[in-house]
């Protein structure tokens, strides 16, 4: 093991001399840490993916500055996460670090990275911990604030006149938060409120008793493969004809489409994002990304994407001497790039004022996908906006 | 209305416990006989899934799928067996325990490089796709019933090749006198193989019929493979009588306790507490079973030994 470390500083020296006439004398260092193994590591690719497809559209150079990215593994696991982190910041010297998944990991990364004075970006986790209270100059959320699509799958019921609701999610802090969110907005009757196992393979049980309580509609918050699990068995149970299904686009990404297949058609499902978005940024996008790695974008590599779009926008604006911090953050807080979403600024948190979209699953000629029925909100600022003293 | 829901409720834990019985027939089987610990056993539960997923899919056959994956899982099962197993009958459980670990690793990381990260799609087939409204007013998924038909069919097969068949007296022979059935001019090694074969295939058939109504994917086996761990230890190890009443009391307490420990602390307390304490209790139901029966019965509700059925 102890070769890597001087592999890669060989590979690192090696860019230098090879780079011509680069805007400052060292290398713009980034820190991704995603999940690449075991469960949720399609998750993790998507967002490289998408990341590394906007820095190979650039020829290499975010900003036009010589760019270096360190990619690791953490296989979901928080103990990793903390200890990548401390090894970029105190080895690798990364200046920005990005990527994480998951809220728990984020929780236990990003206050590290920021306390060292570091940037970090977010591609996807936005805790509610960490935009309120707990908000930071150097820590920007390019994806949403975690509630946002519960929330609005909560509005999107109301408009659709759905009186009685059945929601779940499973059993920790990401899954009470989603169903605090949908209730911030949902006005009608919650007939019941179940918290499932994490990783709860067979959901016969709640459909039974999900049945038998005849709600208008069900809300789940199921990432991941729960989703796929619970969609197929609802839709077994011959319930989807009757009762129709709301979630957040979690369990309906392109990747758990293909999974799913048919049984998941007609579903409705919030989001910020959707390949079928109609903007130049995002067909140019969509193009890019399909060429390259033969499948549809999900949400979570147009997020990995718009991380390095910032990135690009705000390296440039400091002509790649990361040096200059404040001139760094100015540029970040700015959010001068062809956002995919359309349009695209930060709050007085650092997260994203946006819109979010309702989708709908339907099949098409490439088999079954999302597509963009309408905005649920316009400009939508998050719940915690007010709390964060910035 | 709610004597249905109960009785709705009692088919799906009986379907839950078929499912489990599948996995630990085959892991009780090899416990018991070869006093081998493997947990491995959810890797063979894999290979069998992705294997129906993708023969399915080629060949547009679910039952070619199914019999493909039987094939492929006993085929993994042997060769694990005659590689790695042999070198540890007899070593530690704790020897045991680390190198089947090492097999798990092993078989994600080859699934993931041989299938990418995805999951997979896999359906019932067309007739099995649809609800059979067998109690009124609620409409029962066909395919879970086919399920419960297809375990109970196992298990009766199982009994006949065990207490009826050459091969099923060489099996608790070879549990008992292993030295005794060697002297005899049986291939030990050789039954082995067969037996560690026939536990795999069993994995294989619950990941094959599992693959239709969840999501295939690396690791899918880990979680199954720790309630098949508990009915194991609630039937008694090495027991098929005790893995199919084990699997079918946990299949039933899970689902009862899920389905009507929140709704009943409703009553009790108000609603939010009832719903998240009710979350957090019924995950514990069936550890809590496992405790009971380990207070009045410290080896489980059945010998193996002795009465090898």
Not at chain 2, 49 to 59: F, K, P, R
Request: with cysteine.
């Amino acid at each position: 093991m102890k070769f890597l470390p001087s592999v890669l500083g060989l590979c690192a020296a090696a860019g230098l001399s090879l780079g011509v006439a680069s805007a400052a004398d060292t290398p713009v260092k980034i820190g991704m840490i995603t999940t690449l193994s075991g469960g949720g590591a399609s998750l993790g690719i998507d967002t490289r993916d998408g990341f590394d497809l906007a820095v190979k559209m650039r020829d290499g150079k975010l900003g036009g500055a010589e760019t270096e990215i360190i990619t690791v593994d953490d296989a979901r696991k928080v103990g990793n996460a903390k200890q990548i982190v401390t090894r970029m910041l105190k080895q690798d010297n990364v200046d920005i670090v990005t990527g994480i998944v998951w809220s728990n990991l984020a929780m236990a990364v990003i206050p590290t990275v920021t306390k060292a004075d570091k940037f970090y970006i977010s591609t996807n986790a936005g805790p509610s911990a960490l935009a309120g209270k707990g908000c930071d100059k150097n820590y920007f959320n390019v994806a949403y604030q975690n509630d946002n699509l519960h929330e609005a799958m909560g509005q999107y019921a109301n408009d659709q006149g759905v009186k009685k609701a059945f929601i779940l999610a499973p059993n920790y802090p990401a899954g009470k938060d989603s169903l605090t969110g949908f209730k911030r907005y949902f006005k009608g009757e919650i007939v019941g409120e179940v918290y499932t196992k994490l990783g709860q393979v067979d959901y016969a049980a709640e459909i039974a008793n999900l049945r038998a309580a005849k709600p208008d509609a069900v809300f789940f918050f199921l990432p991941g493969g729960m989703g796929i699990n619970f969609v197929k068995q609802y839709n077994q149970a011959g319930l989807k004809e009757t009762t129709p299904l709301y979630g957040p686009a979690f369990s309906f990404d392109e990747g758990i489409l293909k999974a799913v297949g048919e049984a998941a058609l007609g579903v409705h499902n919030s989001s910020q994002y959707s390949w079928d978005l109609d903007n130049d940024a995002n067909k140019k996008f969509v193009q890019a990304f399909q060429a390259e790695y033969k499948r549809k974008p999900s949400l979570y590599a147009a997020q990995g994407y718009e991380a390095a779009l910032l990135l690009d926008s705000a390296i440039a604006a400091v002509n790649g001497d990361m040096s200059n911090k404040d001139g760094f953050r100015d540029a970040l807080k700015a959010a001068k790039f062809d956002s995919v979403r359309g349009k695209f600024k930060f709050g007085n948190n650092n997260h994203p004022i946006q819109d979010i979209y309702v989708r709908e699953v339907v099949k098409s000629d490439t088999g079954v996908t999302n597509k963009t029925v309408g905005p649920v909100f316009k400009d939508h600022v998050d719940a915690y906006a007010a709390m964060c003293k910035m | 209305m709610t004597l249905l829901l109960f009785l709705e409720q009692t088919l799906n834990g009986l379907q839950q416990g078929v499912m489990l019985f599948l996995m630990a027939a085959g892991l009780t089987l090899v416990f018991g006989i070869m006093h081998l610990l493997n947990l491995a056993h959810g890797s063979l539960y894999m290979v069998g899934a992705y294997v129906c997923a993708t023969v399915t899919q080629a060949s547009g056959s679910f039952l070619i799928g199914v019999l493909a994956a039987l094939g492929a899982s006993a085929a993994t099962g042997m060769v694990i067996e005659v590689l790695a197993m042999r070198r540890l009958y007899a070593r530690e459980h704790l020897d045991q325990v680390l190198a089947t670990f090492g097999i798990i690793l092993f078989f994600n990381e080859l699934v993931k490089i041989l299938w990418g990260p995805q999951a997979l799609f896999l359906n019932p087939p067309d007739i099995l796709n649809g609800t059979m409204e067998i109690l009124p007013g609620t409409p029962y998924p066909t395919y879970r019933l086919f399920i419960i038909a297809i375990g109970l069919i196992v298990a009766l097969g199982l009994r006949h090749l065990i207490l009826n068949t050459r091969v099923g007296m060489l099996i608790r022979a070879g549990a008992t006198h292993r030295e005794m059935v060697g002297a005899l001019g049986v291939n030990i090694d050789w039954l082995y193989t067969v037996v560690f074969g026939l536990g795999a295939m069993l994995a294989g058939l619950s990941g094959a019929l599992a693959g239709p109504m969840l999501a295939i994917q690396v690791g899918m086996g880990e979680n199954i493979l720790i309630l098949t761990f508990v009915v194991i230890i609630v039937g008694g190890v090495g027991s098929i009588r005790g893995a199919l009443v084990g699997a079918l009391l946990v299949g039933l307490v899970d689902t009862y306790t899920r389905a009507f420990l929140p709704t009943g602390l409703r009553e009790i307390m108000d609603p939010a507490t009832a719903d998240s304490v009710g979350g957090a209790v019924s995950g514990m139901g069936i550890y809590i079973l496992m405790a009971v029966v380990l207070l009045f019965k410290p080896s489980g509700l059945f010998q193996a030994y002795g009465n090898a059925s």
